[in-house]
């Protein structure tokens, strides 16, 4: 029997592809600090629970596929705080932001479509365009750069016929960026004077740190009919879990369009929403220390990778990500050696090997992404750990 040719050409995550090697290990004895995915350790909010606790309906319904009331009213009463307003008829519910996603490059693009993106990118791009039967087409951000986008021509060289849409993370997941006023300006002209949606993943919104001012892609009053919102609960309310996200534009008949989709899949989980739609009543302090928490978890990850010989990078200034250069050759090797023959102390680590962040062939194979998403004590430790492992794994080359 054949598969298709698009499940084949798809990727397994990096994020997620060493996780039997980490099980192996775990079942073995050994503590692994888990540095490759984005799953905070912070609290959820009560409320959230206390809106399940309270449930009694005696049926536990479909729900109607653009979501439930409560939950779209909520959302818009999040986004008027951040200067942004939106219609009832402007918000589809989805399962996570990748639905919203897929849901998005779906409904703007046919096959062999295609879609720019700054690399390195959060890796599930890739499989949300190609489920879509569209294509990735990178423009290169550096290191050195802070991971900011290139001049405005380095971006254009990349239009074709058949391309449809920038899509952008900001802040930034695997690089930590923020993008500037400047540089949202400068998409902003690209998508009207080339006719492309502009989709812009803000689910690290309350995540930005130094004193930074955060600036969406709905601030550019002037495209905000090409612009595609992809949001979720999922990291500022530490709610991975629940996979409630959403996909929201001014372009209303976009977003009719969009509704096709939704009904295909009936509902997003009635109890869920009702449960996050009560998130909007979280006090602003939980945001602020959660702020101040990851701010210190940064500093503590930069300070540390920088001591260490041969390591390179950035100090990041949003999200809970950091891209790291590393003196190895085979980050991929690197990582998994770190699970199957590694431990100090009878504890390692796992990282994301950096390769899968990028579509330019060659590109992260010596780097990983690493999240901070640990404790203040065991982010210390695993940096100890990562330092000495390093060392060893040095002499192992160098044989």
Same mark, same amino acid.
């Given at each position: 029997m054949e598969f298709s040719k698009r499940i084949l050409d798809m990727q397994f995550s990096p994020i997620r592809k060493l996780a039997p090697f980490a099980e192996e290990a775990k079942a073995n =004895?050994?503590?692994?600090?888990?540095?490759?995915?984005?799953?905070?350790?912070?609290?959820?909010?009560?409320?959230?629970?206390?809106?399940?606790?309270?449930?009694?309906?005696?049926?536990?319904?479909?729900?109607?596929?653009?979501?439930?009331?409560?939950?779209?009213?909520?959302?818009?009463?999040? /986004?008027k705080e951040w200067g942004i307003n939106f219609d009832k008829d402007e918000i589809m519910i989805t399962n =996570?932001?990748?639905?919203?996603?897929?849901?998005?490059?779906?409904?703007?693009?046919?096959?062999?479509?295609?879609?720019?993106?700054?690399?390195?990118?959060?890796?599930?791009?890739n499989g949300f365009t190609e489920s879509a039967g569209a294509k990735v087409v990178p423009f290169i951000t550096k290191a050195e750069d802070g991971f900011h986008l290139p001049p405005k021509e380095e971006i254009i060289k990349k239009i074709s016929p058949r391309t449809k849409a920038i899509l952008i993370s900001n802040p930034g997941n695997p690089t930590g960026v923020?993008?500037?006023?400047?540089?949202?300006?400068?998409?902003?002209?690209?998508?009207?004077? /080339?006719?492309?949606?502009?989709?812009s993943d803000e689910v690290y919104r309350e995540f930005v740190y130094d004193d930074l001012k955060y600036t969406s892609a709905l601030y550019m009053e002037d495209i905000l009919d090409r612009v595609i919102l992809i949001d979720s609960i999922s990291k500022r309310y530490s709610a991975c879990g629940a996979r409630i996200g959403l996909v929201a534009s001014k372009n209303k008949q976009l977003i009719h369009q969009i509704l096709k989709l939704c009904q295909s899949r009936l509902c997003v989980p009635t109890l869920e929403q009702v449960a996050a739609a009560?998130?909007?009543?979280?006090?602003?302090?939980?945001?602020?220390?959660?702020?101040?928490?990851?701010?210190?978890?940064?500093?503590?990850?930069?300070?540390?990778?920088?001591?260490?010989?041969?390591?390179?990078?950035?100090?990041?200034? =949003?999200?809970?990500?950091?891209?790291?250069?590393?003196?190895?050759?085979?980050?991929?090797d690197f990582a998994k050696w770190l699970l199957t023959d590694f431990s100090y102390e009878n504890k390692t680590v796992m990282v994301a090997p950096a390769e899968g962040f990028y579509a330019t062939p060659g590109l992260g194979t010596d780097e990983v992404r690493i999240s901070y998403c640990l404790n203040s004590d065991d982010l210390k430790d695993a940096m100890d750990i990562i330092a000495k492992a390093l060392k060893e794994y040095s002499k192992k080359q160098q044989n």
């Amino acid at each position: 029997m054949e598969f298709s040719k698009r499940i084949l050409d798809m990727q397994f995550s990096p994020i997620r592809k060493l996780a039997p090697f980490a099980e192996e290990a775990k079942a073995n =004895g050994k503590k692994v600090y888990p540095l490759n995915i984005g799953q905070p350790d912070i609290e959820t909010p009560e409320n959230f629970f206390e809106a399940v606790y309270s449930y009694k309906e005696k049926v536990l319904k479909y729900a109607g596929s653009q979501g439930i009331n409560e939950l779209i009213e909520s959302f818009i009463k999040y /986004y008027k705080e951040w200067g942004i307003n939106f219609d009832k008829d402007e918000i589809m519910i989805t399962n =996570g932001g990748s639905e919203a996603i897929i849901f998005a490059i779906m409904a703007i693009c046919d096959f062999g479509d295609e879609i720019l993106v700054p690399e390195p990118f959060y890796t599930n791009y890739n499989g949300f365009t190609e489920s879509a039967g569209a294509k990735v087409v990178p423009f290169i951000t550096k290191a050195e750069d802070g991971f900011h986008l290139p001049p405005k021509e380095e971006i254009i060289k990349k239009i074709s016929p058949r391309t449809k849409a920038i899509l952008i993370s900001n802040p930034g997941n695997p690089t930590g960026v923020v993008y500037t006023y400047n540089e949202m300006r400068m998409l902003a002209s690209i998508a009207k004077d /080339y006719n492309l949606y502009l989709i812009s993943d803000e689910v690290y919104r309350e995540f930005v740190y130094d004193d930074l001012k955060y600036t969406s892609a709905l601030y550019m009053e002037d495209i905000l009919d090409r612009v595609i919102l992809i949001d979720s609960i999922s990291k500022r309310y530490s709610a991975c879990g629940a996979r409630i996200g959403l996909v929201a534009s001014k372009n209303k008949q976009l977003i009719h369009q969009i509704l096709k989709l939704c009904q295909s899949r009936l509902c997003v989980p009635t109890l869920e929403q009702v449960a996050a739609a009560n998130l909007i009543n979280t006090p602003k302090e939980y945001f602020k220390k959660v702020k101040a928490e990851y701010e210190n978890r940064r500093n503590i990850l930069f300070e540390s990778l920088s001591s260490i010989p041969g390591v390179l990078c950035k100090k990041p200034t =949003g999200a809970f990500y950091m891209v790291v250069k590393l003196p190895v050759e085979d980050s991929e090797d690197f990582a998994k050696w770190l699970l199957t023959d590694f431990s100090y102390e009878n504890k390692t680590v796992m990282v994301a090997p950096a390769e899968g962040f990028y579509a330019t062939p060659g590109l992260g194979t010596d780097e990983v992404r690493i999240s901070y998403c640990l404790n203040s004590d065991d982010l210390k430790d695993a940096m100890d750990i990562i330092a000495k492992a390093l060392k060893e794994y040095s002499k192992k080359q160098q044989n």
